[in-house]
């Protein structure tokens, strides 16, 4: 994977690479996470609308991606993502949630600018990411 420059880029490859053996399950509490923060600001179908146009754009490079409707349901929004992250490979299953997480966070930075999306996404995955990221953000 390509070195990113963001903070929200790096912090991404960071968490990314925190629990290597359960990818589908560290991928979904990544995005759980991340839809808290997103769906009280934008609404839930705001959050849809950004999360289907980011699979619509990761699709060329992973086939298998699914723009289904989202439920309402918290523990079941991601499901058909999770299902379709356990049918690949460790490495390809990473691969396509970081893509689809730097698709959706550069999606959200253009509407909302780079420092909101960083604070955000810092507010929804914690403390760790936070301190670290805030440090990286100072020095831009």
């Not at 999306?117 to 914690?126: E, V």
């Given at each position: ?22 990818v589908?399950d560290?991928?979904?509490d ?49 499901a ?10 460790p ?14 966070t ?23 990411a ?11």
């Open positions: 994977m390509e070195t990113r420059d963001l903070p929200r880029d790096q912090l991404i490859e960071r968490l990314m690479a925190r629990r290597p053996e359960k589908a560290a991928a979904i990544l995005w759980e996470q991340m839809a808290t923060e997103i769906i009280s600001i934008v609404g839930e179908d705001g959050f849809n609308s950004l999360y289907a146009r980011s699979v619509y754009l990761a699709q060329p490079t992973f086939p298998w991606l699914m723009a289904s409707a989202l439920p309402q349901q918290n523990g079941q929004r991601f058909e993502f999770k299902k379709g992250l356990e049918g690949q490979t490495s390809q299953a990473r691969a396509a949630n970081s893509l689809l997480l730097l698709t959706f550069g999606i959200l930075a253009a509407l909302i600018g780079e420092p909101l999306t960083t604070r955000i996404l810092c507010s929804a995955w914690g403390d760790d936070s301190t670290n990221t805030s440090k990286e953000f100072k020095h831009e």
